[in-house]
Structure formats: structure tokens, C-alpha cells
């Protein structure tokens, strides 16, 4: 994967010359990744235990996003630009604390079957924030990816978890 030319200069991006993300409407989205993504969250959601719904949003990139200097009033696509800009970025989950219920940001471009596969791994990331889950960020991504696969091989046939596998370029 190529690195972006326009490295992040600030947490708050005020100098940053990347792109960053914005919301994309579901109206906008493709009908096979919105089903796809909503059939993982809530296959996750019930496997996990979490409320009845999980909220998802879509993203693509967009115009340079600028934060708000203020956390407290943070809004999830605050949230979803608090980082260092990666223009692979595939799905966030969102904090917990910000929204009355789980919240998923996946990427609108999404094919469907790999929609379903990000939608579990965020969806575990919402448990771990939830569970007070022990353990770094490398453990805690290990675990969501661990997860994720565990959950697709109940839903897909094998041939979709190569195309999974591929897209994702674990191949």
C-alpha cells in the first residue's frame, strides 16, 4: 500500500494538506454493501450481546477535515477524523460515550462481503470499549480480526471468504 503524500502535521489537522472523511448518505451506498454490513452488525450484535441495534454511517474521503479545538463537543464524524489520516481506513467504531447506542463507521465503497467482515470487527471493538476489554491495541485488534473471521465462516460460503481474504490482502 502506497503512504499517503500529505502526512498528518496536528491532532486537530489545522495544517494538514491530506483529505479527510466525510459522510456519505445510505441513499448513496450500494444495496448489496448496506445489507452486507448491516447482516454483520447485527449477526455481532446478538452474538456479542450488544444493544438491538448497531447505528452504521458511511464514509469516503473527502475535503480536509478540520476539528473543533473542543473533545466535549465532539460529533461522530469528529471522531472518525481524530487520528492520523490513513487512506486505507476501512471501519471505526465509535466511542461508546459519544452516542446513545453503538455506532459503526464503514467505508461506502465497501464490497458487500467485506462490508460484512468490517462490520464484525468494529462491532468488536464496541464490545472491548464496552467490556473494559484488558489488553493493547495490538491485542485488541487481534481479537476483533480473530472475531470477525470466526463470525463470517458461520454466514459466507468459502469462496466469499477468499474473496474476503483477498480484498483484504491476508490472501
Given at each position: 500500500m502506497k503512504a499517503e503524500p500529505n502526512a498528518c502535521i496536528d491532532m486537530f489537522?489545522?495544517?494538514?494538506?491530506?483529505?479527510?472523511?466525510?459522510?456519505?448518505?445510505?441513499?448513496?451506498?450500494?444495496?448489496?454493501?448496506?445489507?452486507?454490513?448491516?447482516?454483520?452488525?447485527?449477526?455481532?450484535?446478538?452474538?456479542?450481546?450488544?444493544?438491538?441495534?448497531i447505528r452504521l454511517l458511511f464514509f469516503e474521503r473527502g475535503p480536509a477535515y478540520r476539528l473543533q479545538p473542543d473533545p466535549l463537543h465532539y460529533s461522530p464524524l469528529d471522531h472518525l477524523n481524530l487520528a492520523p489520516y490513513d487512506g486505507q481506513l476501512m471501519g471505526k467504531a465509535g466511542p461508546t460515550g459519544l452516542t446513545p447506542q453503538p455506532t459503526l463507521w464503514l467505508r461506502a465503497s465497501l464490497p458487500p462481503a467485506v462490508a460484512l467482515w468490517v462490520a464484525c470487527h468494529e462491532s468488536r471493538h464496541v464490545w472491548q470499549d464496552l467490556t473494559a476489554f484488558v489488553g493493547g491495541l495490538e491485542e485488541a485488534e487481534d481479537d476483533a480480526t480473530t472475531f470477525a473471521w470466526a463470525t463470517v465462516e458461520g454466514l459466507l460460503a468459502p469462496e466469499a471468504i477468499r474473496a474476503i481474504a483477498a480484498e483484504l490482502d491476508w490472501g
Open positions: 489537522h489545522e495544517g494538514c494538506q491530506h483529505p479527510g472523511w466525510q459522510e456519505v448518505a445510505t441513499g448513496n451506498v450500494k444495496l448489496g454493501t448496506l445489507g452486507y454490513a448491516r447482516r454483520g452488525a447485527d449477526t455481532a450484535a446478538r452474538r456479542l450481546g450488544l444493544a438491538p441495534v
